[in-house]
């Protein structure tokens, strides 16, 4: 580690160098890029300037003729001479415009981003909310056009990296252009093949020990036998937050319990912040809130877009209700994404698989440098890609007990160590 640590030290030498020599030169270079439109300057506490940029996307880019949209980008620069990464944001982009933001591949190699907001996600959402082109394969084309468009400024290495949805972007983004970037990183993502896949829930049932998976589920039964005492509790939640929904609230509940443990093992939950069983209704009722909110499964959800994608293309999972059979007022959530996750003009839309194949496929075929960051116990991981035999490249690290935070940083020392010492020949 101690290597490690000089070229840490060395990459934030060029790193102060770079603030000194590059002062404002970034933003005439923005300027004189075609597509790109407004450049607003951002306050860094780690870059030598940052702007916020908006460049303009063909609606679809199959037909250019339909129209267009802005996207917005947010570059960070630490060097003309530096590496790029290129985040492949799956939502929204806006935590990225604080001072403070710099995710975890810059800081590790001393790069610049380039920050992509994910189309029909905030500034990023067309005048028209036509869901028609909201396809992965229009994202990928975004993509294709921002790093073509970038690296007239930033000639050096390129990067793409990605957390959960994010992560998703990057292998997708991979398959459609494979030589845009020289390697990726995409952390917790998932390779989903059905609307409600299935490997999640029997992924549940063996995660973690015996004694946590009924602990979990002991809480989750105690919640369902309480349900005449829960409902008043949740309908003055919802009604305090606002919260409408499209089935009645003995079902709310109801998934709100089956989302539960799925919710836990993501974060990362230790089963000692269960209540006790004999617990005050209250006391339980606020811990399952806290773990499972009745918000995620509202009308007014934030990512609708989201729910878009996963029931065209991205997959999702579903719910193992026999465990709690006989306490549910559900007859069963299967077709639950359409049924109340889809804005009403979304409606109808249908699953198809091509694109689970078509990433699955390159991967086989090929063997591109990537690096996959995953937790043992998050649910997410149950559908990570494959570790197929012969691949020299593509490299699965999977962090013990690690949840949906799994990153480098926090990976046992040994694999941190082989994880940088990759990126950094890689880097060569």
């Known amino acids: 580690?101690?290597?490690?640590?000089?070229?840490?030290?060395?990459?934030?030498?060029?790193?102060?160098?770079?603030?000194?020599?590059?002062?404002?030169?970034?933003?005439?270079?923005?300027?004189?890029?075609?597509?790109?439109?407004?450049?607003?300057?951002?306050?860094?506490?780690?870059?030598?300037?940052?702007?916020?940029?908006?460049i303009t996307q063909p609606l679809d880019h199959r037909r250019p003729e339909l129209g267009s949209f802005t996207q917005r980008?947010?570059?960070?620069?630490?060097?003309?001479?530096?590496?790029?990464?290129?985040?492949?944001?799956?939502?929204?982009?806006?935590?990225?415009?604080?001072?403070?933001?710099?995710?975890?591949?810059?800081?590790?190699?001393?790069a610049n981003i380039v920050f992509a907001e994910h189309r029909y996600f905030l500034e990023s959402t067309p005048d028209s909310l036509d869901w028609e082109y909201l396809t992965a394969e229009n994202s990928a084309y975004d993509l294709h056009h921002i790093t073509a468009t970038f690296k007239q400024i930033y000639p050096g290495k390129w990067v793409s990296t990605g957390i959960s949805k994010g992560g998703q972007t990057t292998?997708?983004?991979?398959?459609?252009?494979?030589?845009?970037?020289?390697?990726?990183?995409p952390y917790v993502a998932p390779l989903n093949r059905a609307v409600e896949d299935d490997r999640?829930?029997?992924?549940?049932?063996?995660?973690?020990?015996?004694?946590?998976?009924?602990?979990?589920?002991?809480?989750?039964?105690?919640?369902?036998?309480?349900?005449?005492?829960?409902?008043?509790?949740?309908?003055?939640?919802?009604?305090?937050?606002?919260?409408t929904f499209k089935i009645p609230p003995a079902e709310v509940l109801d998934y709100c319990v089956l989302e539960y443990s799925f919710a836990f093992w993501q974060w990362g939950?230790?089963?000692?912040?269960?209540?006790?069983?004999?617990?005050?209704?209250?006391?339980?009722?606020?811990?399952?809130?806290?773990?499972?909110?009745?918000?995620?499964?509202?009308?007014?959800r934030p990512n609708a877009s989201f729910f878009v994608q996963a029931a065209r293309e991205l997959g999702y999972y579903g719910y193992d209700t026999k465990p709690f059979g006989k306490y549910l007022t559900l007859r069963h959530?299967?077709?639950?994404?359409?049924?109340?996750?889809?804005?009403?003009a979304a409606a109808g839309i249908t699953f198809d698989a091509a694109l689970y194949h078509k990433v699955y496929d390159f991967l086989k075929d090929n063997d591109p440098k990537m690096i996959w960051i995953y937790g043992e116990v998050d649910p997410w991981s149950a559908t990570r890609v494959?570790?197929?035999?012969?691949?020299?490249?593509?490299?699965?690290?999977?962090?013990?007990?690690?949840?949906?935070?799994?990153?480098?940083?926090?990976?046992?020392?040994?694999?941190?160590?082989?994880?940088?010492?990759?990126?950094?020949?890689?880097?060569?």
């Open 200 to 243: 999640q829930e029997a992924f549940l049932r063996k995660v973690g020990t015996g004694k946590e998976r009924k602990r979990i589920k002991n809480f989750q039964l105690e919640i369902l036998k309480r349900k005449e005492a829960m409902l008043p509790l949740l309908e003055t939640f919802c009604a305090e937050k606002g919260l």
């Open 269 to 300: 939950t230790s089963t000692g912040h269960i209540p006790p069983l004999d617990s005050g209704d209250k006391m339980l009722f606020d811990h399952l809130i806290d773990i499972s909110g009745p918000d995620y499964f509202s009308e007014a």
């Open 171 to 185: 292998m997708i983004y991979r398959a459609y252009f494979p030589d845009d970037v020289d390697f990726s990183v």
């Open 73 to 110: 980008v947010i570059v960070g620069h630490a060097g003309f001479d530096r590496p790029t990464v290129i985040i492949t944001e799956g939502y929204g982009g806006s935590y990225a415009l604080t001072p403070r933001y710099q995710d975890e591949l810059s800081k590790l190699i001393n």
């Open 1 to 54: 580690m101690k290597r490690l640590l000089h070229l840490s030290l060395l990459l934030l030498f060029s790193l102060q160098l770079s603030v000194v020599a590059f002062g404002g030169e970034l933003k005439d270079k923005l300027l004189q890029l075609k597509d790109v439109g407004r450049v607003e300057a951002l306050a860094s506490d780690h870059f030598a300037e940052k702007y916020v940029v908006r």
């Open 333 to 344: 959530t299967h077709g639950y994404v359409s049924k109340i996750m889809l804005p009403p």
């Open 386 to 428: 494959p570790a197929f035999k012969g691949k020299v490249n593509e490299q699965i690290y999977i962090q013990p007990r690690g949840s949906h935070r799994s990153r480098i940083g926090n990976m046992p020392e040994e694999m941190k160590e082989k994880i940088l010492r990759q990126i950094e020949a890689w880097l060569q």
